[in-house]
């Protein structure tokens, strides 16, 4: 179902990515964006009848207060909200105690470069498989130290961080991605009559998925090669020279630590590997392992997002029985600690709950800015170009909403429908390309929750992340283009591949080179110093 308001439902994101790149204000900018989206939907409306307040002025205040009240009361939201709030205050205790200094000490006798500090994150991102909400949120905590020591930008955390979230939880069969693309594909393939469904549907759409593929590879390449272009390379010089100005403090880095240098670097890992396990078996739980089902079954239908809030509750009990009896923090600091650790996560909170307000806006029961972006593929579409095509609406639909899982919901009916009447054979190619158009929209977009949970780990401006990320997104999005198109004529999963990675390491030589360029010109501008 096309949109009845047509090229005015895509204003509210238009509005929002505006306001915010120009203001650099995202909360203000998002509010602005479901206003302007509700003005439309009551403007506009072909049927009065169905506004709950017809007035063309009420109308959208009322319209806009019970969207963000929805938003809000959303139980998916609370348990997010939540788990954000717990590991904010955890974080706070473990700084305040002393943890997090020590453990950038620590580091120092092993993480001596910048490219080891960049590599160490990458390796910690595809480490943590099972939640792009929960890989977001800890890595950044953990190696923001050791980064600011080796002065790199808050920018180039956050996209190490952002690139290793979504992009590998969606490849990783057992997380909580999964479970959500099984579902929405298994009733479209059976209706069609594909052969395949399911959960091995959708493994063999895993080498076709040529963005998260391809952004993994980049962000070795570019930890290795340390390659700056766009607004990072600028973010970099800043930080370089010992300023760096995408860096957004938290409370804990400007709370006065009182105990710190008491805790060892020991007492922040504990509590991180005991928050990480203890996530995979409360998702495991959740999913029914302890009541008969298999591991996998357990996995694909686990509540990832309530599973997280009983590891935080449970890693908080943890964290007051290793630190209260051994005198590195009293019962009061620990609670002043965690409260301000909670007001710390206050505006991702906002943002968050503002984005998917901007997405309800421009969901099916409002303005259906999604359908008519998918309306805009056209069913004659040839097969060589079919999969290519599928890949840039999807990801125009997750870049505009912001909601991955929403993208999906959209695209795979007619992607499936258009694949069964023009190309069945390429199905899998076809659905790999929705299922990295998600990731690419997602890794694009300023409304996206992994975008903005990505900033707030690494303790950097929204914006500035937002901005620093694109041109890095867009050089793999391009590439997986170009792959895309290559596969459509050999349908042959791994030579498919093949041709996209190596295309990516071309492509990220060629930029290291000019970096490499640039960076020579700092050094003889004596803007910055020599670095590993």
Avoid at 137 to 158: E, Q
Avoid at 399 to 413: D, E, L, N
């Amino acid at each position: 179902m096309a949109s009845a308001y047509g090229w005015l439902s895509l204003l509210p994101p238009i509005v929002a990515i505006t306001m915010a790149i120009k203001t650099r204000r995202p909360v203000s900018s998002l509010l602005a964006g479901v206003f302007v989206g509700y003005c439309i939907y009551v403007w506009f409306a072909p049927d009065k009848s169905v506004l709950a307040v017809p007035n063309p002025v009420l109308g959208p205040f009322y319209e806009t207060i019970d969207a963000l009240m929805a938003s809000f009361a959303d139980p998916e939201s609370v348990s997010l909200f939540a788990f954000i709030a717990i590991l904010g205050g955890i974080v706070q205790i473990l700084v305040v105690a002393g943890g997090a200094d020590a453990f950038a000490e620590w580091s120092k006798t092993r993480i001596h470069t910048r490219r080891g500090a960049q590599l160490a994150t990458f390796g910690m991102g595809i480490s943590i498989l099972i939640d792009d909400y929960f890989n977001a949120l800890t890595v950044g905590n953990v190696m923001r130290p050791i980064t600011d020591r080796l002065r790199i930008s808050r920018a180039k955390l956050a996209y190490n961080i952002d690139s290793t979230s979504a992009p590998d939880t969606i490849l990783f069969p057992m997380s909580s991605w999964v479970a959500t693309c099984v579902l929405l594909i298994s009733p479209m393939l059976e209706r069609y009559g594909f052969p395949d469904t399911g959960f091995p549907a959708f493994l063999k759409t895993i080498p076709y998925n040529y963005y998260s593929w391809l952004t993994l590879l980049f962000v070795i390449l570019v930890s290795w090669w340390d390659i700056n272009i766009g607004p990072m390379a600028e973010f970099e010089r800043a930080a370089r020279a010992g300023h760096d100005v995408t860096r957004h403090e938290t409370a804990a880095e400007n709370a006065d630590h009182g105990t710190t240098g008491k805790a060892r670097a020991s007492d922040l890992m504990a509590p991180m590997l005991v928050l990480a396990s203890l996530a995979v078996l409360f998702m495991l739980g959740t999913g029914g392992l302890f009541a008969g089902r298999s591991l996998v079954d357990a996995m694909q239908n686990a509540d990832s997002t309530r599973a997280l809030v009983y590891a935080g509750v449970a890693t908080l009990v943890f964290v007051f029985a290793l630190y209260i009896p051994r005198g590195l923090m009293t019962v009061g600091e620990f609670g002043e600690a965690f409260m301000a650790g909670i007001k710390d996560m206050i505006d991702a909170m906002a943002m968050l709950l503002l984005a998917w307000t901007v997405s309800k806006v421009m969901g099916d029961e409002v303005l259906s800015t999604g359908p008519f972006v998918a309306s805009l593929v056209p069913t004659s579409t040839p097969v060589l170009l079919l999969p290519l095509t599928i890949f840039i609406a999807t990801g125009s639909i997750a870049f505009t909403t912001g909601v991955s899982w929403g993208a999906m919901g959209i695209m795979i009916p007619p992607a499936i429908a258009i694949c069964a009447r023009v190309a069945p054979d390429a199905i899998s190619i076809v659905l790999g390309g929705v299922f990295a158009g998600v990731i690419f929209g997602d890794h694009c977009s300023p409304l996206s929750d992994t975008t903005i949970l990505s900033s707030t780990g690494a303790g950097c401006n929204h914006i500035d992340h937002v901005r620093s990320q694109l041109p890095y997104a867009l050089t793999s999005g391009t590439v997986a283009c170009m792959a895309f198109v290559f596969v459509a004529l050999v349908r042959n999963p791994w030579v498919g591949l093949a041709f996209g990675l190596a295309a990516m390491w071309v492509v990220a030589y060629l930029l290291h080179r000019h970096s490499d360029r640039v960076e020579a010109q700092w050094k003889e501008a004596g803007d910055i110093v020599d670095a590993s």
